[in-house]
């Protein structure tokens, strides 16, 4: 199992950045998946999850209405839109999947949101 996330960067507060996390070693379209961050000195906290077939899509109320979180199954690939970002999103971001009880996470993608 091999998540990679990419599109990380430093971003104006009010900017839009769209995460990827490219799935491989396991039939990506049969599990969910999900978003996490952990900011500097925190605890890694979950930010939304997305069902196989991407119609249940559970979010965080901190992000909710200006995160989406989707999926492309016939690219193993699962994106985060983050709109109007404020400081406060500053972090590094994780994919996760569960498969058979056992956590997979990616290496992680740095979001810093600042002026």
């Known amino acids: 199992v091999q998540l990679v996330e990419s599109g990380g960067g430093l971003v104006q507060p009010g900017g839009s950045l769209r995460l990827s996390c490219l799935a491989s070693?396991?039939?990506?379209?049969?599990?969910?998946m999900s978003w996490y961050r952990q900011a500097p000195g925190e605890g890694r906290e979950w930010v939304a999850s997305i069902g196989n077939n991407g119609i249940n899509r559970p979010i965080d109320d901190s992000v909710a209405g200006r995160f989406i979180i989707s999926r492309d199954n016939t690219k193993n690939t699962m994106y985060l839109q983050m709109n109007n970002l404020k400081p406060e999103d500053t972090a590094v971001y994780y994919c996760?999947?569960?498969?058979?009880?056992?956590?997979?996470w990616g290496q992680g993608t740095q979001v810093t949101v600042s002026t």
């Open positions: 996760n999947t569960a498969l058979e009880n056992v956590d997979y």
């Open positions: 070693g396991f039939a990506f379209s049969r599990y969910g």
